[in-house]
DNA sequence: GTCTATATCGTGATAGAC
DNA sequence: GTCTATCACGATATAGAC
C-alpha cells in the first residue's frame, strides 16, 4: 500500500529496469516498456531524451546497486573467518533475489563497464578494504597462508555467481527442479565458505 | 595456406560465429555477417533459411564443443587429484582462447538451453562419469571427504569462467593490463586446483 | 505532462534476372 | 549459385494538439 500512485518517471523506470534485465540491450523493445509502465510510448521519450540514456540510468544504478552491496559486505569490521561466512551467505541471497543482475552487469560491461568502474573509485575502495587488510594480517601472524586477494574475491564471487547465471545447466544437470535449485544455493552457503577456509588455512 | 577458396557456406558460418559471439543474437545483424563473410546477404538466407536457424546452427555448434570439452576431461582415466589439475589447466586454456564462449552459451540459455542438454544426454554422461566415481571411491577410502560432486564441478567451472565473463572489471580492479590478466589466469591454474584439494582433504 | 499521428530509418526476408 | 532491387515490417524518435 506504499505508492498506488506513483509517478511517470518511476513507472517507467521500474518497468524499463524489468525489460532490461529479461531481454537486454537490443532484446527490449520501448513499446514493451511502456506497455508494461502503462505509460504512452511518447512519454518515455519525454522523460528520458532516448533508449540510450534510459538504459545507461538503468544500468549506473544497478551496477552501483550491485558494487556496493559487494563494498560493504567486505568492509564490515567482522574477524576474517565470520566475515568470509557471512559474505557468502548474503551475497548468495543478493543473488537469489536478484538472478538476472549478473548477467546484465556482464553484458554491456565490454561496451562502457569500465567507466562506471572508474566513476565509483571501485579499485581504490577494494584495494584500502578491511577484507584485503585481513588477508595480509591474518598470513603474517601465520594463521593463514599468503594469498593474492583479487584470487580469493575472484573465487567466492565466482563460485555464486556462475550457478546463478548457468541455472538452467545446473538444474538440469542435478536433476533440480526450482525448489531442488534453491536447495543447492542454499548448501552452498557451507560449501564455498568451507573450500575458501580449507584452502586458507593449508598449505 | 589451407584452403584460401572456401565455399560459400563455410564463409558464412565462420563470420556467423564470429558476429554472434560477439554480438549476440540481438545484436548480430545479418548484414553484418554477410560483410564479414565477404558474401551477398541474399547467400545467407539461400544456405540457412532464416537468422534464426542460421543462429541454432552456430549454437548447436558451438555449444557441442563446449560440452564436448568438459566430458572428455572428466572421463580421462587419471587419478582423481591428477584430474582435477588437468582439468583446470586445460579448461583454462580453452577460456582463454574462447573468451566469448561462456557468456554465449549462457545468452540463449533460459530460451532454449534445455533441448541441447537434453539431445546430447548431458546428465546421463556426468552420472556415470569417471569424475563422480571418484569422487564417491576415494571419499569411501577415507582419502577425501563425501561430497556432492555438482557443488564440486560448478566450483571449478565459476572459478574459471567467472573472471574470463568479468574480464575487464577484474582487470580494473586488479590494475591489469592484457597481459596482466593472462598471468592471473595462468597463476589460477594452480590456485584452484589448491584450493579444491585442501577442501576435499580437510573435514 | 500527456496524448495521437507520423516521420524516418534499419531490419530480415524474398523476387526474379542472370 | 550468385547477384540487384525491393518489399514489409517494426523500431526509435518526434511533431504538434490538448
Known amino acids: ?42 512519454m518515455i521519450n519525454y522523460y528520458f531524451r532516448s533508449k540510450e540514456q534510459l538504459f545507461n540510468s538503468i544500468y549506473a544504478e544497478t551496477f552501483g546497486q550491485f ?56 579499485r581504490g575502495q577494494i584495494e584500502k578494504s578491511v577484507f584485503k587488510k585481513q588477508l595480509v594480517e591474518e598470513a603474517e601472524k601465520g594463521n593463514i597462508r599468503l594469498t593474492d586477494p583479487l584470487q580469493v574475491i575472484t573465487a567466492i564471487l565466482g563460485c555464486l555467481v556462475f550457478p546463478i547465471m548457468a541455472q538452467q545447466v545446473v538444474s538440469y544437470v542435478g536433476g533440480l527442479d526450482e525448489a531442488g535449485f534453491r536447495e543447492f544455493m542454499e548448501s552452498r552457503k557451507q560449501f564455498v565458505p568451507e573450500m575458501i577456509m580449507a584452502y586458507l588455512k593449508s598449505g
Open 67 to 122: 558494487i556496493g552491496q559487494v563494498m560493504q559486505l567486505i568492509n564490515e569490521p567482522t574477524p576474517l573467518e565470520v566475515k568470509i561466512w557471512k559474505i557468502v551467505d548474503r551475497y548468495t541471497d543478493f543473488l537469489i533475489d536478484n538472478p538476472l543482475v549478473p548477467s546484465f552487469i556482464l553484458s554491456k560491461q565490454r561496451v562502457n563497464g569500465g567507466e562506471f568502474l572508474k566513476d565509483m573509485d571501485v
Open 1 to 42: 500500500m506504499a505508492q498506488e500512485k506513483q509517478d511517470a518517471e518511476t513507472k517507467i523506470k521500474e518497468a524499463a529496469r524489468r525489460v532490461f534485465l529479461a531481454q537486454g540491450y537490443e532484446g527490449a523493445k520501448m513499446r514493451q516498456i511502456a506497455e508494461e509502465a502503462d505509460v504512452n510510448l511518447a
